[in-house]
């Protein structure tokens, strides 16, 4: 019996986690799932009114940036057979733009790390906290080692 | 492939949810995974200071409590075919001591409820978001209807 049809594996950092990769693999395979990839680089020439004038990060910094993201997601997307459709790297806000992808694409399950910081990290909410609270499917957070 | 070995459904209200039941179960099948059901009882007799002296509940009314909560456990575990070895109701507090029972019996995914509530009670904690800051292992939320 398939509990997913359409995982969304949101990959929040830089940081190489494979252990989180092949869970997501397997609930995809487990259920037949269609299995999405996302990553959401932030937009440092948003404007910030409170540090206006000291923003010196360039449009060319920028699409570097999403450019690299994107390659560095292709390879792993290609390790988890994931076409190119269903990788989804853009600029956003992580804590929102994960949510607003899964609701465009009728994502029944999102898979994300979880540090399972404490203290302020706690009170401020982490990615996956502001995604847990806000998602409208199943949020399955990985635990990675601290 | 199975990515789980045992899998703990913490029941955390009396409310009645299937769609979390059939998924907890569905994922242990799927796994060929142990699965185990744990329901905290708040314990009302534990002294709180700020409010000693107008504490009317008894010993018996917090036995009642534990004793009906697991009748109501004892019916849902039998559907699932969760041995009594594997339902664990007990006084305690859900934020800790669901993290606590999966701790001490290797669970490696929890599953639980989340409403997704906003503003205090984010703020506060909900036990979703306390499970998942402070487990060691994985945490599946099944999205609930708010």
Chains 1, 2 share one sequence.
Not at 26 to 44: G, R
Not at 55 to 83: C, G, H, P, R, W
Not at 118 to 130: D, P, Y
Request: net charge negative.
């Amino acid at each position: 019996m398939a509990t997913y049809q359409h995982i969304l594996l949101a990959i929040d950092t830089s940081e190489q986690h494979p252990q989180i990769y092949d869970k997501a693999a397997s609930l995809a395979k487990q259920n037949q799932a269609t299995l999405s990839i996302c990553h959401l680089v932030e937009n440092y020439l948003a404007p910030d009114l409170a540090y206006e004038g000291i923003n010196n990060v360039t449009i060319e910094m920028q699409e570097d940036l999403l450019n690299s993201a994107k390659l560095q997601i292709k390879t792993l997307a290609t390790d988890l057979s994931i076409s190119e459709e269903q990788q989804w790297i853009e600029f956003g806000n992580p804590r929102y733009d994960v949510v607003r992808l899964a609701d465009e694409h009728q994502v029944d399950l999102i898979v994300m790390g979880s540090h399972g910081r404490h203290g302020l990290q706690l009170l401020l909410g982490s990615t996956a906290n502001a995604v847990l609270h806000h998602a409208k499917c199943d949020v399955l957070a990985v635990r990675l080692n601290d």
